[in-house]
């Protein structure tokens, strides 16, 4: 899984920026309504769960692949519920994102313990699971702190959640370029 990884870092990288993107959103625009902010988690779930399912898929040898993948389809889910079912209440929308957040940070646990196996230094996917483990489960705790609450801590999440994702992205790309590097010379000798 993990060469698999380094040839599509850049999947990770733009996950990366889009959480950066929606979390300034949020942070910024606390106070927008909730069908605004139905609509935009709505759409980084969507986006986020794409990217996830196309990297699962880019890369379908080996064992590890299948958590991205059902990371990817819970953010898929997560987002059509989001949309189809706009007249929802506060509180199941903070329920709904607590359990994507939970859930995505469990499969982010599970693929960073596979991704063990084939690379050092995975701790930036662990520190992803952990963030999103923790997110969820706080917003599942204190679900009546107020949409604009809510907005402020899913826009901090973002932020954390888009800067390891672009950390891990980074480091990839380094490893893609010595592994294509290290082929160059091989292929030269030969």
Partial sequence: MG????????????RGVVAIFFGILAIFWPGITLTVLVLAFAAYA??????????ALRHNTGEGHWWLLLEGIVSIIAAVLTVFLPGVTAIILIYTIAAWAVLTGFFELLSAFEL????????????NG???????????????????????????YSVLFGC????????????HSALSDTFSSINKMI
């Fill in 3 to 14: 060469i698999q990884l380094t040839r599509n870092w850049w999947t990770i990288l733009l």
């Fill in 46 to 55: 969507l986006i986020d769960g794409i990217f996830a399912v196309v990297s």
């Fill in 116 to 127: 063990r196996k084939t690379m050092e230094n995975e701790w930036l996917l662990i520190v």
């Fill in 130 to 156: 952990i963030l999103s483990l923790i997110f969820g489960l706080l917003i599942a705790i204190y679900p009546t702190t107020g949409a604009l609450t809510i907005a402020w801590l899913i826009g901090v």
């Fill in 164 to 175: 390891v994702l672009v950390g891990l992205g980074l480091r990839l790309r380094q490893r």
